[in-house]
């Protein structure tokens, strides 16, 4: 009874991970998520009240070609409506009388849920999902089978379990190999895009950015890139800015840009490459969810961008869209390129014409007459725009407080932020620094992007909670990077445990997406050569190989281990084993040239008083083989030793007699 | 031919047999329809995730074979054959299933046979070391010896996706009796048709009518003391009875007849045989075949001549 439960609740919770495995994509209507976990929590509290099969079938049917009618009208895609299917199925198999051909049924409906999650999803949770529904089902189904036998008493559960669970544990590896090693020869013809998972794309760049509301993005831990920098840093956080856009014109609520947009191209130029260049591979993650390109302040190439699809990628066209801004031509939720930067100059000459730069001397029609007041107040002292542009950065710095709580939309959000509130977010510090500098006639204009970047696996991660917005000036004939955001508020928020946690989940992400999502044929053949040790290192790739190599040693070791302990137990269990115990005293006999004739253990030549040990050892292993009387735990272990003892006593026989015993056979093998 | 040969041809058929058979099941079949959608979505897409879903399947038909294998690999099978199964009525099979180390789960167990093999045990768990015995009800349409040769032991566990099945070699023979049927009409002639003979014996011991008392001398059984007249005359005496008649009949057997009417004419002898074994008379058989049954008359005897009946117009031994 306990194990017809066990089985039941085993099963229930399987097909729940399988569903759960679809429904993380996001692309699974509500109505159908709720009627699912009514059912889920319906069986799982022991009530299957559709015993009535015919009814609730017919009423499957309906449901069914309702969710079919969706696809006619293109109100459901067919992939989601094959799920939807799927998991009314199950919902309806939950709720019927259990059976083991329900069983069957609600194991074999849940692999399809699986399946199409692994359509509609890549998210590293559906790994997550695979591998309890794995773990679930088996254990249910070979309950389910073991408790559908008429015959006999059902064994103790653990009894059971014991084999299961080396079964999930095989069934898990064998997946993993078979994964690796299954030839990716695709054909391509239906593959189907991935989608951004549970949440969406979090950020993104508008043709504006208008002043005011609450700056929820700060919190936001996703992760919207990552880029792999070279020549590596290699520290663990990143002090760098990314640029994605810069504003020149502000009407004194929303900065916007103008520039003329350049034809479509497979690179974009932004100016002259110096001598030394930091070039960026950079991954535009799903959740980025915008057309515009970032790069390491200051970019001056952008080039190779490919639009990933789930099993291929495309060549994907760039544009300048002026203002400096590099945008895909077409949309794409995920897109890598290449970027080159000239990071670490301090004195970068300006770009633009003079028309350019009168417009980033504009002030806003109807600017607060204190703002042009306040400018000069803060600027005093200074001696040339270089030090009056630090001075004023300085001043906001230190004079004006960081906050994401802001009241909402106010009139003039610039004035309240610097004589009312005296506190806000980047976007207000770069606003009130922009245009404190043009009151003061240095072209200033602001810029919007990321700020920093934490390592993992050996490349950079800027999560939508990075984005930022800082001012570059033109100073001197040169631009100059100017932020007000005082220093510890220009990455993401802290957020404690659960942000560590998340940031190792993201990192997980990030692998899961390039060892598993993007798994390829190239890959493979990558794997194989490196198991045939003939992959070209560079010195650079030793170091992690060499590290790779040891983990690789560790696991094996581990599964050497746990090998060996598997071997120790099956020897332990086989100390039970009376054909065991008959053959090893057959061979401790023979040494002794004492076995009976024909090399069989009856007859023994073991009549001294001594040799009592032995046979013992022979009339257990009698009575154990053909007598009904098993051997105790570990009893064939101590009589063996016992035997050998009394044997190790006495001079062996005469040769003659070991010649005719060799040739005889064992009894016991 | 030569016991050479003959060792020859069993190992090159032993060495062409697969040592397992498999069989799916309906839930199994649907399975591998599955794998094989998963497996061409998979190619068709190259999702990556289809491609583990795919390894997840395929590695479970793996792990499906190694765990049932574990069940089938060491079990130890002796065969529990009925004492006098009769034609057409049912009757237990029995094997008694033993694991040496390791368990074994949702086992059945069946003979390799036409006939036997449609009776089927079944056992949920068998753990290590000690015998279970497992019985199914079987019934068998005709009379004769049926040469057993293997038992199968399957299994589905652990998905009820397989059944594994391992023949073990273990020959045997079930010698089903002849069917029951009502016994026929008396014959009118005593010789008429069955061969009968009838003699009558008179002996002191026999269990006819009281023929005397006398003193009871040393040695003599004490149960045929008469108490009441002893008790009455105040010393031992003994009952003294007239031997009751004992028929003896030899039932005769023509087992030229066509397979079908010689199982009726064993049933209808059996039946004779056993209605006069049970009134007392010794009865013996002999067939034109040369099967041959001393009269006698006991429950021994009855297993005897049913068993030659059994055996009649089949070639091999006898008795």
């Known amino acids: 009874m306990r194990s017809a439960r066990l089985q039941l609740l085993l099963r229930d919770l399987a097909a729940g991970a399988a569903f759960a495995a679809m429904a993380i994509s996001g692309q699974v209507p509500v109505w159908a998520v709720v009627v699912f976990v009514i059912a889920l929590v319906l069986a799982l509290a022991g009530r299957r009240p559709l015993s009535d099969g015919r009814l609730s079938a017919v009423i499957l049917f309906g449901a069914v070609v ?397 999560r939508a909670g990075d984005a930022h917005a800082w001012v570059e000036a033109e100073v001197d004939g040169y631009v100059l990077r100017l932020d007000a955001t005082p220093p510890q508020h220009r990455s993401a928020a802290g957020i404690g445990i659960a942000g560590w946690l998340l940031a190792r989940w993201e990192a997980l992400q990030i692998r899961w997406l390039d060892r598993v999502v993007e798994y390829s044929l190239l890959d493979q053949s990558q794997l194989v050569q490196r198991i045939r040790g003939r992959s070209g290192q560079t010195a650079g790739t030793a170091r992690a190989e060499k590290r790779r190599d040891e983990g690789a040693a560790v696991a094996l070791a581990a599964l050497g281990a746990a090998f060996l302990v598997a071997l120790l137990l099956g020897r332990r269990g086989a100390s039970n084993d009376p054909v065991e115990l008959g053959r090893r005293l057959s061979r401790l006999l023979r040494r002794g040239g004492r076995l009976g004739p024909g090399g069989w253990l009856d007859g023994a030549r073991v009549g001294e008083a001594e040799l009592a040990p032995v046979r013992e050892g022979i009339a257990r292993y009698r009575e154990a083989r053909f007598g009904r009387r098993p051997l105790l735990p570990g009893e064939g272990r101590r009589l063996v030793r016992q035997a050998d003892q009394a044997l190790r006593g006495f001079v062996a026989l005469p040769l003659r007699d070991l010649g005719a015993q060799r040739s005889g056979r064992d009894h016991a093998s | 031919m030569s016991a050479r040969r003959e060792r020859f041809l069993r190992a090159w058929r032993r060495f062409w047999k697969p040592p397992r058979r498999l069989r799916t099941t309906p839930a199994g079949r649907t399975y591998l329809v599955l794998t094989v959608g998963v497996g061409l979505g998979a190619l068709n897409t190259g999702n990556n995730l289809l491609y583990l879903v795919l390894g997840l399947q395929l590695s479970l038909v793996v792990v499906s074979g190694i765990l049932s294998e574990r069940c089938v690999r060491r079990i130890q099978v002796r065969r529990l054959l009925p004492a006098s199964p009769r034609a057409r009525a049912p009757f237990h099979l029995a094997w008694g299933l033993q694991l040496p180390r390791g368990q074994a789960f949702a086992l059945s167990v069946r003979e390799v046979h036409p006939v036997m093999g449609s009776a089927v045990g079944q056992l949920a768990w068998l753990p290590a070391g000690e015998e279970v015995v497992v019985r199914a009800v079987a019934t068998a349409p005709r009379r004769g010896p049926m040469q057993l040769s293997a038992v199968r032991v399957s299994t589905r566990f652990p998905f009820g996706l397989f059944e594994k099945s391992r023949d073990l070699e273990l020959p045997g023979e079930l010698l089903v009796l002849p069917g029951r049927v009502p016994p026929p009409p008396e014959p009118r002639s005593p010789t008429g048709g069955l061969g009968l003979e009838q003699r009558s014996l008179r002996g002191q011991d026999g269990g006819g009518d009281l023929a005397q008392l006398r003193e009871l001398r040393d040695g003599e059984d004490a149960r045929r003391i008469h108490w009441r007249k002893s008790a009455q005359l105040g010393t031992l005496l003994r009952v003294e009875r007239d031997a009751q008649p004992q028929p003896r009949i030899v039932l005769q057997l023509d087992d030229r007849a066509p397979p079908e009417a010689l199982d009726g004419t064993c049933e209808q002898l059996a039946a004779r045989a056993e209605l006069l074994l049970a009134r007392g008379a010794e009865v013996g058989l002999e067939s034109t075949g040369g099967v041959s049954v001393k009269p006698g008359a006991g429950a021994f005897h009855s297993q005897a001549i049913l068993r030659a009946l059994a055996r009649a117009g089949h070639p091999g031994k006898t008795g």
């Open chain 1, 66 to 462: 309702l969710v079919y009618a969706a696809v006619l009208v293109e109100q459901l895609d067919l992939v989601v409506a094959a799920c939807v299917t799927a998991s009314l199925l199950t919902a309806q198999r939950l709720l019927s009388r259990p059976t083991g051909r329900t069983t069957d049924q609600v194991q074999l409906v849940s692999l399809l849920m699986v399946a199409g999650g692994a359509v509609l999803s890549a998210d590293l949770l559906f790994a997550l999902c695979l591998v309890v529904y794995a773990a679930l089902g088996v254990l249910a189904q070979g309950l389910s089978v073991v408790a559908e036998v008429p015959g006999g008493p059902l064994p103790p559960i653990g009894r059971v379990l014991r084999p299961l669970g080396l079964g999930v544990a095989l069934a898990l590896v064998g997946s993993l190999v078979l994964f690796l090693l299954f030839p990716r020869l695709s054909w391509n013809v239906a593959a189907r895009r991935a989608g951004a998972s549970l949440g969406g794309a979090t950020t993104g760049f508008a043709d504006g950015l208008r002043l005011g509301g609450a700056g929820l993005l700060k919190s936001n831990p996703r992760v919207v890139f990552r880029a792999r920098i070279d020549p590596d840093p290699g520290t663990d956080g990143l002090d760098a800015y990314w640029v994605g856009r810069r504003f020149d014109t502000f009407d004194g609520v929303q900065w916007s840009s103008a520039g003329r947009r350049g034809p479509p191209s497979r690179q974009v130029l932004l100016g002259a490459p110096g001598r030394k260049l930091v070039r960026q591979e950079i991954d535009l993650l799903p959740a980025y969810g915008s057309r515009t390109l970032v790069a390491l302040d200051t970019p001056v190439r952008f080039a190779d961008a490919e639009s990933q699809q789930t099993t291929f990628s495309v060549r994907a066209e760039i544009y300048s869209s002026g203002a400096r801004e590099v945008r895909l031509v077409g949309p794409s939720e995920h897109v890598t390129y290449r970027a080159f930067s000239t990071a670490g100059q301090d004195r970068i000459p300006p770009e633009d014409a003079a028309p350019e730069r009168t417009r980033r001397l504009q002030l806003p029609k109807g600017l607060d007459p204190r703002i042009p007041v306040l400018a000069e107040t803060l600027a005093e002292g200074a001696v040339g725009d270089r030090a009056v542009a630090r001075q004023i950065e300085r001043a906001l710095q230190s004079g004006y407080a960081y906050t994401l709580e802001l009241p909402g939309r106010v009139k003039d959000p610039l004035a309240d932020f610097l004589f009312d509130r005296r506190a806000g977010h980047c976007e207000d510090f770069a606003t009130a620094l922009a245009v404190l500098l043009r009151t003061r006639q240095i072209p200033a204009r602001v810029v919007v992007g990321f700020h920093g970047g934490e390592r993992a696996a050996g490349e950079y991660l800027v």
